[in-house]
């Protein structure tokens, strides 16, 4: 398996245009989390789905914020219109249902610029 | 106060030189105790899973869990430049999801 697949690498844009950042997990793994960091605030989770269905979108910082899993080898994330605070490196991971411990795979991350 | 406290200050320290990491949390939930390793501009990656309390040993790194004073440590020994990373902790509660709850990480430099 290729592992988390994210794109793209890196996206610029201006304030205010919509931005939408992809994501493939790793086949076979039931949770995709959406995380973003910075510097000031470190890894934050923003979102999580099980089994294509959002468990916990507490993290989302508002409604310019959403997220969607149509599928289980796909979701996206979406920030509507972009602000220059959201300028982050945003990250996919994959995880597999174990019951127990919950090493979870990330991708290579987007990085956001918004100017 | 935050779930998972960790200082995230750098450490800059000249290769062979013991380095030391720590964090501290709230839940008393958390069972499970990892160790992320992020290299710039990559991803973070597993370096260490501990279950509990008690130390795990892998080469250099010892990760090591003391749930009575919500305290964890990462140690590596004989650092060398490759070893240069951020260093996030992370943990986790049964049933909890597989939702894990990360420090900010340390930014660790080894001076060769």
């Known amino acids: 398996d290729a592992g988390v697949i994210q794109s793209p690498r890196h996206e610029v844009t201006e304030m205010g245009q919509e931005v939408t950042l992809r994501c493939k997990p790793i086949s076979g793994h039931d949770y995709l989390f959406w995380y973003r960091q910075t510097m000031m605030r470190g890894l934050e989770l923003l979102i999580y789905f099980n089994n294509n269905v959002p468990i916990d979108d507490s993290g989302m910082p508002e409604d310019r914020f959403s997220a969607k899993m149509p599928n289980a080898s796909f979701s996206t994330l979406k920030i509507q219109p972009s602000e220059p605070r959201d300028s982050a490196v945003y990250f996919c991971?994959?995880?597999?249902?174990?019951?127990?411990?919950?090493?979870?795979?990330f991708g290579q991350g987007t990085r956001l610029t918004v100017v | 106060q935050k779930e998972v406290e960790q200082d995230p200050g750098p450490l800059s320290v000249p290769e062979g030189a013991i380095v030391s990491l720590n964090c501290t949390y709230s839940n008393s939930a958390f069972q499970y105790f990892m160790w992320y390793r992020q290299y710039s501009r990559k991803g973070p990656e597993l370096l260490m899973y501990t279950y509990s309390s008690g130390n795990k040993e892998d080469g250099r790194f010892t990760a090591q869990v003391d749930k009575s004073s919500k305290y964890i440590s990462l140690f590596i020994r004989d650092s060398q430049p490759s070893d240069s990373a951020t260093y996030l902790c992370a943990m986790s509660a049964p049933l909890g999801n597989n939702r894990l709850a990360f420090g900010k990480g340390n930014q660790v430099v080894v001076i060769p």
């Open positions: 991971a994959s995880s597999l249902e174990t019951g127990r411990d919950t090493e979870a795979f």
